[in-house]
């Protein structure tokens, strides 16, 4: 049996456009004389669909469009993904659902069984699982009985989960049900070093049941989330016999005998890791976000620092140099090196570049608040004004030309709140809010290791970060140097680790009382930043719902002790006060 692997980019909503594409890849699979096409998860309707799925009419239009397609297929099995009705008087109003299409009609629809809610996943809103008997979601082709599921079902090997979180296995049932060849569809994002952890757990499985497995992923970017493809056939034997594409989208062909033997080949692809699928990664989430919201071309402010540097230069690879437009808007306080630095970059990455000085506009909101601010001394505000008058003038290049505009900011920056809201938060994409400095670092030696030249200039990689809103200013005046901050960061954000634990591995307490106070106070600034893309476990976004108004006190030991020695000390909350802003 020929089987084809349609790795598609569906824009989440766009149902003509996403039937149109869904059309085409059957002619060229029908073209490649496969006998059955594969589809990733809701390839319909785009994942993730969030509340579009509330809307009656969506759901309509999505049923049409799969009628639709039905009717087009002729001389080849069709496995698509869609938004079904619960027609059951009790539970959610929709299935997470593919359909078998094949000569017209659609002759049978399969549900998702594990329904995730967590970290960016929330489909327990929406959709009810399927029937727990696994005879339900088998079906077959030609002579091989295939058993459907689709993207989680997948997830839940006891062996390989360290947690399980469901009490059921799919895969398991589909086997002792008499599945001869597992078909998965997908709509999985992408995390670095995910796609290494996925095969481990796709082979163990094909290992433990002795069957096949076609595990068909999305790709392209929605939002937030950015999807890898690397769709995958592994033949009985554990062995991968065709790969996809990373981060592309590919028809991949593979051959497997009638009755779900061992595969007889197929191209196989090899995918990016490390900083590498974080960089691609970065450039399709761009654009995608960019050409899927309607714009041509993007705007950003250059300062001649290394987080602006690597922002363009991702925008050059994403859209080219014709659409990314650099400012540089330097104050009484900035570096000669900080306007060279920056223009010697749009030289080297050969895109439109203005220089716009803001002195004579922060002399003037000073003057402006001069009588109000009569009493006060210098601080913060007069150095957020700059940042703040930066944000405005961007924005005017961005309704004026119609760009998008880029923030800047890293993940470190973001998560300690060192960043200005209204200021160079201002913009529509956060293009490396989920990159943290030392990762920024990495990222801009390799684009200009990748690219054979010097696309970021070195002076701007080596130079001591600095926001220069006052007089000498770095950010170490304020924040531990980023190896540190980063590292703190990691445990306490993406392993979830609580002060006293990060502090037994070795971290000066006062640094981490300081880091995770910061980044507890911050998050009503994130909450009003742009989206960023995701290419980490633990991303700033709606995968992580913090509380704003909260004062949770973390209690650490006492020096010497294993933990707080009587209940009393837990109510007092030693070693950490709560915010006061």
């Given at each position: 049996m020929r089987i084809a692997l349609a790795q598609i980019n569906p824009t989440v909503g766009d149902l003509a456009g996403n039937c149109r594409k869904i059309l085409d890849f059957i002619g060229h699979a029908k073209a490649a004389a496969a006998q059955l096409v594969v589809f990733p998860e809701l390839s319909i309707i785009g994942y993730p669909p969030k509340d579009l799925l509330?809307?009656?009419?969506?759901?309509?239009?999505?049923?049409?469009?799969?009628?639709?397609?039905?009717?087009?297929?002729?001389?080849?099995?069709?496995?698509?993904?869609?938004?079904?009705?619960?027609?059951?008087?009790?539970?959610?109003?929709?299935?997470?659902?593919?359909?078998?299409?094949?000569?017209g009609k659609i002759i049978s629809r399969h549900f998702k069984t594990l329904l995730p809610t967590y970290d960016v996943f929330d489909e327990s809103r929406y959709f009810e699982p399927g029937s727990p008997q696994p005879g339900q979601n088998l079906v077959r082709i030609g002579d091989t009985l295939a058993g459907l599921s689709i993207c989680e079902d997948l997830w839940n090997d006891e062996r390989m989960i360290a947690r399980r979180l469901y009490h059921q296995n799919?895969?398991?049932?589909?086997?002792?049900?008499?599945?001869?060849?597992?078909?998965?569809?997908?709509?999985?994002?992408?995390?670095?070093?995910?796609?290494?952890?996925?095969?481990?757990?796709?082979?163990?499985?094909?290992?433990q049941f002795g069957q096949p497995l076609i595990y068909v992923n999305q790709v392209g970017g929605n939002d937030e989330l950015v999807f890898d493809g690397c769709s995958v056939v592994i033949g009985a034997d554990g062995q991968i016999i065709a790969q996809a594409s990373d981060f592309e989208e590919q028809l991949l062909i593979a051959d497997l005998p009638d009755g779900g033997g061992a595969a007889a080949g197929?191209?196989?692809?090899?995918?990016?890791?490390?900083?590498?699928?974080?960089?691609?990664?970065?450039?399709?989430?761009?654009?995608?976000?960019?050409?899927?919201?309607?714009?041509?071309?993007?705007?950003?402010?250059?300062?001649?620092?290394?987080?602006?540097?690597?922002?363009?230069?991702?925008?050059?690879?994403?859209l080219g140099s014709d659409k990314v437009v650099g400012?540089?808007?330097?104050?009484?306080?900035?570096?000669?090196?900080?306007?060279?630095?920056?223009?010697?970059?749009?030289?080297?990455?050969?895109?439109?570049?203005?220089?716009?000085?803001?002195k004579q506009l922060h002399d003037a909101y000073e003057q402006t608040l001069a009588v109000p601010f009569a009493a006060c001394k210098p601080d913060v505000t007069e150095e957020n004004l700059q940042a703040r008058i930066r944000g405005a003038l961007l924005m005017a290049f961005s309704n004026k030309f119609n760009h998008l505009l880029l923030t800047t900011?890293?993940?470190?920056?973001?998560?300690?709140?060192?960043?200005?809201?209204?200021?160079?938060?201002?913009?529509?994409?956060?293009?490396?809010?989920?990159?943290?400095?030392?990762?920024?670092?990495?990222?801009?030696?390799?684009?200009?290791?990748?690219?054979?030249?010097?696309?970021?200039?070195?002076?701007?990689?080596?130079?001591?970060?600095?926001?220069?809103?006052?007089?000498?200013?770095?950010?170490?005046?304020?924040?531990?140097?980023?190896?540190?901050?980063?590292?703190?960061?990691?445990?306490?954000?993406?392993?979830?680790?609580?002060?006293?634990?990060?502090?037994?591995?070795?971290?000066?307490?006062?640094?981490?009382l300081k880091v995770?106070?910061?980044?507890?106070?911050?998050?009503?600034?994130?909450?009003?930043?742009?989206?960023?893309?995701?290419?980490?476990?633990?991303?700033?976004?709606?995968?992580?719902?913090?509380?704003?108004?909260?004062?949770?006190?973390q209690v650490i030991p006492k020096r010497g002790e294993a933990s707080p020695a009587s209940e009393e000390n837990l109510i007092a909350g030693w070693g950490y006060e709560p915010r006061k802003d």
């Open positions: 509330l809307k009656p009419q969506f759901i309509e239009d999505n049923l049409r469009a799969l009628r639709l397609i039905a009717a087009r297929v002729t001389g080849i099995d069709v496995i698509v993904g869609y938004a079904e009705r619960n027609t059951a008087p009790v539970g959610r109003p929709l299935h997470n659902a593919v359909a078998v299409l094949r000569e799919p895969i398991a049932d589909l086997h002792r049900a008499g599945a001869q060849v597992m078909i998965n569809t997908s709509a999985s994002p992408f995390v670095v070093g995910k796609h290494e952890f996925r095969v481990k757990l796709f082979t163990s499985q094909v290992k197929g191209n196989i692809y090899q995918p990016a890791g490390g900083i590498e699928s974080i960089h691609k990664a970065l450039v399709l989430g761009l654009r995608d976000y960019v050409r899927k919201c309607g714009f041509k071309s993007v705007v950003l402010g250059l300062s001649g620092g290394i987080d602006s540097a690597v922002t363009a230069a991702l925008a050059v690879a994403a400012v540089s808007m330097p104050s009484r306080f900035s570096s000669d090196h900080s306007i060279t630095d920056a223009q010697k970059l749009a030289e080297n990455l050969k895109i439109q570049f203005h220089i716009v000085p803001i900011g890293n993940k470190s920056e973001i998560a300690v709140g060192y960043c200005t809201l209204y200021g160079d938060m201002c913009g529509g994409l956060a293009v490396i809010s989920d990159v943290p400095k030392t990762t920024i670092w990495e990222l801009s030696r390799w684009i200009n290791q990748h690219a054979g030249q010097e696309l970021i200039p070195e002076s701007s990689i080596v130079k001591v970060p600095s926001a220069e809103l006052r007089p000498n200013q770095t950010d170490q005046d304020s924040l531990p140097p980023y190896p540190l901050l980063d590292a703190i960061l990691y445990r306490y954000v993406e392993e979830e680790k609580g002060v006293g634990q990060i502090i037994s591995e070795g971290f000066d307490e006062q640094t981490v995770v106070k910061l980044i507890d106070r911050s998050e009503y600034k994130r909450r009003q930043a742009a989206p960023g893309i995701k290419v980490t476990s633990r991303a700033f976004g709606f995968g992580r719902r913090m509380p704003i108004a909260q004062n949770y006190l």
